[in-house]
């Protein structure tokens, strides 16, 4: 009954998405098995976001009635973590999990579609990727890779990282040796850090052994399960270099192309499902992982200060704009969120940030 009812959901949701008004169509339903694997980046497992990619499996088996079986692989069991985008494209596995910002080296102006230092939360990117534009920019970026990008998970604002030092002023950032992707880590680098990334499975042994002196990772809830704790004393806030990152379903377009259309529809709506239900994770279980820093670790939390966020962000938007003027179409992608931020800002500046305020006790 379960399946019954998801599958419904899955076509009407399909039906009104995609066509508008016909859903009155059938869909043929194929009877082909697959059997496919997905490489993700992430630590086997992984609260959220490697438990994510395996609700996504298990909705899909179940919704397919066993015709599209996904194996889940751990960074790391398959292929090194950094190589998911490649072995996807190449076909090596037939989906992937992880986030865009990792292959802004292979497509240039990728970390659009992860999070943009000072952009959008994690509500305002999932609207901008499904209803401002942004889903199809991100196919037309990967489209030569031959590769087709789902939204498939949130964070919500992370925070600013794990440091051993106090941050009082933009002086203590300079010679920071830091694990930070994306965007922020160019804005780090021009303020004088040593910006590296690296994957989740490596943080913890290169801040214990001195590789790196500072990092950042997502919040408590998943700093927590790394054990960051153990490895430095300062907590700071807030995310500025990451609000609501995008953790991404990447499938092999010529493998995508061979699923039957309601197969099809089931990986979408799968993917809408996990891109939901990992912010919904992330937003019950951060709280509590915080106070179990705090109180039981004794981990010092500490707010950049205002100067510091000034100073980072008139960074940022001098390394968004040189990152947009890239390729044409890193400049359409950057026009779409800029206007997409400034609308949404014009509106949530009397809605939510409004709210926000009001309900406050203080
Ligand atoms: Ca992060």
């Known amino acids: 009954m379960r399946i019954l009812i998801l599958g419904f959901c899955a076509f009407c949701l399909w039906g009104c998405g995609s066509k508008g008004g016909d859903s009155g169509v059938k869909v043929e339903k194929s009877t082909a098995v697959f059997d496919w694997k997905m490489v993700t980046t992430w630590p086997k497992n992984f609260p959220g976001l490697g438990t994510a990619p395996e609700d996504f499996a298990n909705m899909v088996r179940q919704m397919s ?31 992937g999990h992880g986030a865009a910002y990792y292959w802004a080296g292979k497509a240039r102006g990728a970390e659009f579609f992860a999070t943009v230092p000072f952009g959008l939360n994690a509500q305002e990117m999932s609207s901008w990727i499904h209803h401002g534009g942004g889903l199809q920019l991100w196919r037309e970026m990967y489209q030569p890779f031959g590769l087709r990008p789902f939204a498939a998970g949130n964070t919500g604002v992370q925070m600013a990282g794990w440091y051993n030092r106090e941050i009082n002023s933009m002086a203590d950032i300079v010679g920071l040796k830091m694990r930070i992707p994306g965007l922020g880590a160019e804005v780090l680098s021009r303020a004088g850090a040593l910006a590296v990334n690296m994957p ?62 309601d197969l099809q529809v089931i990986v979408e709506v799968a993917a809408r499902a996990i891109n939901q239900n990992m912010l919904d994770e992330y937003t019950a279980k951060n709280n509590q992982a915080l106070k179990e820093l705090v109180k039981a ?46 609308e949404v800002m014009a509106y949530h500046s009397i809605s939510e940030e409004a709210f926000y305020k009001a309900r406050r006790a203080d």
């Open 297 to 342: 670790h004794g981990v010092k939390v500490r707010r950049l200060p205002e100067s510091v966020l000034l100073e980072l962000r008139n960074i940022a938007n001098k390394v968004i704009s040189e990152q947009a003027n890239q390729t044409e179409l890193t400049r359409r992608v950057a026009a779409s969120l800029e206007k997409f931020k400034s």
């Open 65 to 95: 009635g066993g015709r599209l079986n996904i194996k889940v692989f751990g960074a790391g069991q398959l292929l090194p973590p950094f190589e998911v985008f490649d072995a996807v494209s190449q076909g090596t596995a037939e989906m």
């Open 200 to 261: 989740a499975g490596e943080i913890y042994t290169a801040m214990q052994t001195g590789v790196i002196d500072a990092t950042e990772w997502v919040g408590p809830y998943n700093d927590l399960a790394l054990g960051l704790h153990q490895v430095a004393e300062y907590y700071y806030y807030p995310g500025w270099h990451e609000p609501g990152v995008v953790a991404e379903l990447i499938v092999n377009v010529k493998s995508f192309d061979s699923l039957s259309p």
